[in-house]
């Protein structure tokens, strides 16, 4: 079992910019990738980024250019940078790490973005 906890959310205008914490513990020595998702109320959870363990990142089309996610693999750390926000970055963001393909963290409390217009 991989737990996550995730910080760094707030209040923000819009065009402001936050930057996203999610530590994993436990099984950790099996990870590869590490991801950050996004739930806005009434929708869905979404994939909003994406990076390997060689570094290659993927993002969702609604955040290139404006997020840059990273990791520390000495803390079992992934990070979200968030730059150029929009209100309709507002949700409860997420982050989870997967092994061999497959998602292998418990899902933690999230941690909430809300950009003002």
């Known amino acids: 079992q991989v737990q996550l906890v995730e910080s760094g959310g707030g209040l923000v205008q819009a065009g402001g910019s936050l930057r996203l914490s999610c530590a994993a513990s436990?099984?950790?020595?099996?990870?590869?990738?590490m991801g950050w998702y996004r739930q806005a109320p009434g929708k869905q959870r979404e994939l909003v980024a994406i990076i390997g363990d060689g570094g290659n990142t993927i993002y969702a089309d609604s955040v290139k250019g404006r997020f840059t996610i990273s990791r520390d693999n000495a803390k079992n750390t992934v990070y979200l940078q968030m730059n150029s926000l929009k209100p309709e970055d507002t949700a409860v963001y997420y982050c989870?790490?997967?092994?061999?393909?497959?998602?292998?963290?418990?899902w933690g409390q999230g941690t909430q973005v809300t950009v003002s217009s």
């Open positions: 989870n790490v997967y092994s061999s393909g497959a998602i292998v963290g418990s």
């Open positions: 436990g099984s950790t020595f099996r990870l590869n990738a």
